[in-house]
């Protein structure tokens, strides 16, 4: 029902303005952001309904309202700068003056700080991802924007989780009320206004698609103790693995419950590279209280059935 939804739009803003009367504005900052679309049954245009709306990677399915404001925001209007909901963890962090976790930690972060585009500096090369999976064959798939070209956007529909399944490429226009306004051609023919932003936005998409996964792998390492032992917190995970001479990709480490289970890591190995496995290298950061090594060379390795 359009109308309740709007009242309770309302009722959420009243809400909202109570809540932001009793906070300390003055070293506060108030970050809003919408949920991933508007629901089909009360979205209104230029978004398009039901099939452009949440649960669609169209505009009206993952473009939302995203606004800041505080002692950390120095800049005032719009910016057409590219930013994704997961950029606000390292936001956050680091407005908290919270280092952000890295690779050499043994952490991935595919979260980007937009604290330069508030304070009006941002220099960044930006691009937003999004991925909807396992509902629909026919609407799946990856959608993709970068700041070089910020009027194109590129679908492509496609098991984001098979990297053998091969992509059907759609590529839009976007108009000024921040929608698709226009099919493009794709592929692009020579000349196309398009042509450079399709074949970055497709060479981008295929940067992403999944290696292909051979084995499953139980890794079981020495049982050394100390500082340069393997890390007895099951939450530190490596930040390589090497199977003979191949890079491995990290699933799991056991928990400590039981003290055997701490030597032992679960990885999967490329389709490059198959049994009898040889050797194995595992790789810890080092030990942040004393400095040492922490790296090991597999006493057994086991092939998942």
């Not at 009006?120 to 070209?149: H, P, Q, S």
Request: hydrophobic share 35%; charged share 15%; glycine share 8%.
């Amino acid at each position: 029902d359009k109308d309740y939804y709007v009242k309770m739009l309302e009722a959420l803003d009243h809400e909202i303005g109570r809540l932001l009367a009793s906070v300390d504005l003055s070293k506060t900052n108030i970050i809003v952001v919408g949920d991933n679309g508007t629901p089909g049954q009360v979205d209104q245009a230029p978004a398009g309904g039901i099939a452009n709306a949440k649960g669609s990677l169209n505009e009206g399915g993952i473009h939302v309202p995203f606004f800041a404001t505080g002692p950390d925001v120095t800049v005032t209007g719009t910016t057409d700068k590219l930013v994704h909901v997961v950029d606000l963890f390292a936001t956050i962090l680091e407005l908290s003056n919270v280092n952000v976790p890295n690779a050499t930690q043994g952490v991935e972060i595919h979260s980007q700080s937009i604290l330069p585009i508030f304070r009006g500096n941002d220099m960044a090369d930006r691009c937003v991802i999004a991925e909807k999976f396992g509902l629909n064959a026919t609407t799946d798939g990856r959608a993709l924007m970068m700041d070089d070209w910020p009027q194109y956007k590129l679908i492509s529909i496609q098991d984001v989780t098979d990297a053998s399944d091969t992509p059907t490429y759609q590529m839009y226009e976007i108009g000024s009320n921040g929608v698709e306004s226009s099919t493009l051609t794709t592929p692009p023919n020579p000349g196309d206004p398009h042509e450079a932003a399709y074949n970055a936005l497709v060479a981008k998409d295929q940067s992403l698609v999944p290696s292909a996964v051979g084995d499953t792998l139980y890794l079981q390492l020495p049982t050394s103790t100390g500082p340069s032992g393997v890390p007895n917190n099951a939450n530190v995970i490596p930040v390589s693995i090497t199977v003979d001479g191949v890079t491995a990709t990290f699933v799991d480490r056991f928990d400590q419950t039981d003290a055997y289970d701490r030597y032992w890591v679960k990885c999967t190995v490329p389709t490059t590279v198959s049994a009898p496995y040889t050797t194995a290298t595992v790789t810890f950061p080092d030990n942040p209280n004393t400095g040492d090594a922490r790296s090991f060379t597999a006493t057994s390795i086991f092939v998942a059935p």
